[in-house]
């Protein structure tokens, strides 16, 4: 078992991106230490500090419910795009084959979000 992010575009055929939840959850703790913080502190992860004293623009991403919750805007794809490409090249550089995994996920998410702005769709959680 296991969650998918795919477009909203009503496409079977379209692209999406797929973890484990523990895959999920390792992913997202990795892209939270690059932001520069411990999700494991924050309010929904085990911890108690509140969202407000983080700024990041991934935190649509990372604040989301593993099942269901709100799709993700075409303007918040636009958004967590930049950040996580980013973050991809960074990883690239400073970390190479030790977070191959994490760079593969974050390609393909990428890519994902890429066709949520182009197609002007929301970014969907199944």
Not at 10 to 30: E, H, I, L, Q, T
Not at 34 to 47: D, H, I, R, T, W
Not at 79 to 98: F, K, N, P, Y
Not at 112 to 120: A, G, M, P, S, Y
Request: negative net charge; contains cysteine.
């Amino acid at each position: 078992m296991g969650l998918v992010l795919f477009p909203g575009d009503g496409d079977n055929s379209s692209p999406d991106v797929s973890w484990s939840y523990s895959g999920f959850a390792a992913f997202r703790r990795r892209l939270a230490e690059a932001e520069g913080f411990v999700l494991s502190e924050m309010s929904g992860f085990g911890g108690e500090r509140p969202w407000s004293e983080v700024s990041t623009v991934l935190e649509p991403l990372l604040d989301h419910p593993d099942a269901g919750g709100d799709d993700l805007s075409p303007a918040e794809c636009a958004s967590i795009l930049v950040r996580l490409e980013a973050i991809t090249d960074h990883w690239t550089q400073e970390a190479g084959d030790q977070l191959f995994q994490h760079i593969e996920d974050a390609r393909q998410l990428a890519g994902v979000l890429r066709l949520c702005i182009e197609k002007d769709v929301p970014l969907g959680f199944l």
